[in-house]
């Protein structure tokens, strides 16, 4: 069936990078999503990779996929108090359907 | 510039209660969906929609029923309310089927007591 698993705390210092894992057991998946959800707010989408890529850059995130591995990372450069935040990676295949992780809290210490 | 909005930002109801949350979207989406949030769960698709009238389950449509009369609307409602159900209620609205751009509500955050 399909699955996403995320860890479900990381704790950085502000200034450092933040890498924050998933895997996925759905090898028909298509595009893969990395969403930011801040407190008392909805989901924002921050990024997404198309299944045939293995990585995509936009300013300070870094998005790195192994398919062969079914694994993919989300890297915050110069992590900053305000990337404080549950981060969501998901998965599709193009359904519209997506299929979430638990969500890793992000906290970032001044 | 608002998308999608959700009529209730909080609400408190009793067990047994039928309960109505409602969704809509500006954007003349045919594609319209409702998750439920909670912690150390992620997201859980509940029920969605690919067109006015047509409805599908999600993976835990157990409890809940949708509506959708009109393209702009998508109604989740809990026929029967539990104690179990008290969760964030999400709602999204992808402009088609990749997600590649993401249009969720702001949430609901349902308490049944």
């Known amino acids: 069936g399909e699955d996403v698993e995320q860890s479900l705390f990381l704790s950085v210092r502000e200034g450092d990078s933040s890498v924050i894992n998933c895997t996925y057991t759905?090898?028909?998946?298509?595009?893969l999503y990395w969403y930011k959800q801040e407190p008392g707010a909805g989901l924002q989408l921050l990024t997404y990779?198309?299944?045939?890529?293995d990585m995509k850059q936009d300013q300070r995130l870094t998005v790195l996929l192994n398919k062969k591995d079914k694994h993919l990372s989300l890297r915050i450069a110069d992590t900053q108090t305000g990337d404080s935040a549950i981060y969501f990676c998901?998965?599709?295949?193009?359904?519209?359907?997506?299929?979430f992780g638990q969500g890793t809290t992000l906290q970032v210490k001044p | 510039d608002v998308k999608v909005t959700q009529s209730s930002r909080y609400l408190v109801k009793r067990t047994g209660e039928k309960v109505f949350l409602e969704c809509v979207q500006d954007?003349?989406?045919?594609?319209m969906f409702w998750y439920r949030q909670d912690p150390g769960l992620g997201l859980r698709l509940i029920y969605f929609?690919?067109?006015?009238?047509?409805?599908e389950k999600g993976d835990i449509p157990e409890g809940y029923s949708v509506s959708r009369e009109k393209k702009e609307r998508f109604s989740l409602i809990l026929e029967s309310a539990s104690t179990n159900q008290t969760s964030m209620y999400l709602c999204?609205?992808?402009?088609?089927?990749?997600?590649?751009?993401?249009?969720f509500g702001q949430g609901t955050r349902l308490t049944v007591v």
């Open positions: 998901a998965e599709s295949k193009g359904t519209g359907k997506l299929i």
């Open positions: 759905d090898s028909s998946s298509t595009y």
């Open positions: 990779i198309f299944s045939n890529m």
């Open positions: 954007m003349d989406h045919e594609n």
């Open positions: 929609s690919y067109d006015v009238k047509m409805k």
């Open positions: 999204a609205s992808p402009p088609g089927r990749l997600n590649t751009e993401a249009f």
